[in-house]
């Protein structure tokens, strides 16, 4: 049966956590664990859902779940999935998914996402992207955008926050042509929940990054997360996309398709201006901001077809 907004499951996996209001990560591994059911087995590296989801005595997952080294998420996924395959009693509807955030994933973790990628072991990694180290005080990550102050990048007179390019992660692990590759946002959950029942299905390394705003570390009240999660979309600063590698395409390079495509973009400045982390930015600084996304978005249609 196909999940989305009418049939996903009433059941609940990851509650009572003590997430912060409006947090677009635990919207993210909420949504995910009800698409693969009771039988997914979770691992997390330190970071916000690992914090406020493991607090004894209470435990937020009601799936088996473990916290794994920081650097480590991936190959404690490889372990726990060779483990199962060893015993031989999983369940045929096993799905063995990390949760890690954009510093567990494109920083720290990535040398352990590319070994379990280029094993192709049966795995599931979802990065929940919050653009900085929320869980330890809002520092910079290489997820982090341009412009973004944070505690590591603090936009004063001189300085106007992050002075990087945030990391094209999506395009460094589809260059490992792993089977399936997706980008989606908590703010298209219907995309995302279609993107994790798609992943869920399909064998060896797969992997999800997924948009999921902070209100504190973005600065913007907490019932607007849905409507930042749906405008980083519309404004053309985070994209739709997904990646079928050769395994699934029996083509070399595999295949890239845009889900949305949008025939005119929102304009960027009140996205940005709505964030404090934004608001020291003048109009050079959006003006890089907006040639950044233009230069991107060209670079897809143009290669992606």
């Given at each position: 049966?196909?999940?989305?907004?009418?049939?996903?499951?009433?059941?609940?996996?990851?509650?009572?956590?003590?997430?912060?209001?409006?947090?677009?990560?635990?919207?993210?591994?909420?949504?995910?664990?009800?698409?693969?059911?009771?039988?997914?087995?979770?691992?997390?590296?330190?970071?916000c859902m690992s914090a406020t989801g493991f607090?004894?005595?209470?435990?937020?997952?009601?799936?088996?779940?473990?916290?794994?080294?920081?650097?480590?998420?991936?190959?404690?996924?490889?372990?726990?999935?060779?483990?199962?395959?060893?015993?031989?009693?999983?369940?045929?509807?096993?799905?063995?998914?990390?949760?890690?955030?954009?510093?567990?994933?494109?920083?720290?973790?990535?040398?352990?996402?590319?070994?379990?990628?280029?094993?192709?072991?049966?795995?599931?990694?979802?990065?929940?992207?919050?653009?900085?180290?929320?869980?330890?005080?809002?520092?910079?990550?290489?997820?982090?955008?341009?412009?973004?102050?944070?505690?590591?990048?603090?936009?004063?007179?001189?300085?106007?926050?992050?002075?990087?390019?945030?990391?094209?992660?999506?395009?460094?692990?589809?260059?490992?042509?792993?089977?399936?590759?997706?980008?989606?946002?908590?703010?298209?959950?219907?995309?995302?929940?279609?993107?994790?029942?798609?992943?869920r299905d399909i064998k060896g390394t797969r992997?999800?990054?997924?948009?999921?705003?902070?209100?504190?570390?973005?600065?913007?009240?907490?019932?607007?997360?849905?409507?930042?999660?749906?405008?980083?979309?519309?404004?053309?600063?985070?994209?739709?996309?997904?990646?079928?590698?050769?395994?699934?395409?029996?083509?070399?390079?595999?295949?890239?398709?845009?889900?949305?495509?949008?025939?005119?973009?929102?304009?960027?400045?009140?996205?940005?201006?709505?964030?404090?982390?934004?608001?020291?930015?003048?109009?050079?600084?959006?003006?890089?901001?907006?040639?950044?996304?233009?230069?991107?978005?060209?670079?897809?249609?143009?290669?992606?077809?």
């Amino acid at each position: 049966m196909t999940v989305n907004a009418r049939t996903i499951t009433d059941e609940e996996f990851f509650y009572g956590h003590k997430a912060c209001p409006g947090c677009g990560g635990a919207l993210a591994v909420r949504q995910a664990l009800k698409v693969l059911g009771p039988h997914a087995v979770a691992a997390l590296p330190a970071g916000c859902m690992s914090a406020t989801g493991f607090n004894f005595p209470q435990l937020a997952f009601g799936n088996n779940a473990m916290i794994t080294p920081f650097a480590a998420t991936a190959a404690v996924l490889s372990g726990i999935e060779a483990g199962l395959r060893a015993q031989g009693a999983a369940p045929e509807d096993v799905t063995v998914v990390g949760f890690a955030g954009d510093g567990g994933t494109a920083d720290i973790g990535l040398q352990a996402l590319s070994g379990a990628i280029d094993r192709n072991d049966d795995v599931l990694y979802i990065c929940y992207d919050n653009e900085a180290y929320m869980n330890t005080g809002i520092q910079k990550s290489s997820l982090t955008p341009f412009g973004a102050s944070t505690t590591t990048t603090p936009a004063g007179k001189h300085e106007h926050g992050c002075l990087t390019q945030k990391k094209s992660l999506f395009d460094i692990v589809a260059a490992h042509r792993i089977p399936y590759a997706a980008t989606a946002s908590v703010g298209y959950l219907n995309d995302f929940i279609k993107k994790v029942e798609r992943a869920r299905d399909i064998k060896g390394t797969r992997f999800i990054h997924v948009m999921a705003p902070c209100p504190v570390g973005w600065g913007f009240p907490s019932a607007d997360m849905v409507d930042v999660a749906k405008e980083i979309v519309d404004t053309g600063l985070w994209y739709l996309a997904e990646y079928e590698g050769p395994a699934l395409t029996g083509t070399p390079g595999g295949s890239f398709r845009l889900n949305r495509d949008p025939k005119q973009f929102k304009p960027i400045e009140p996205y940005l201006r709505r964030q404090g982390r934004f608001s020291a930015d003048d109009g050079a600084d959006l003006a890089l901001i907006e040639r950044a996304r233009d230069e991107r978005w060209s670079y897809m249609r143009e290669t992606w077809g």
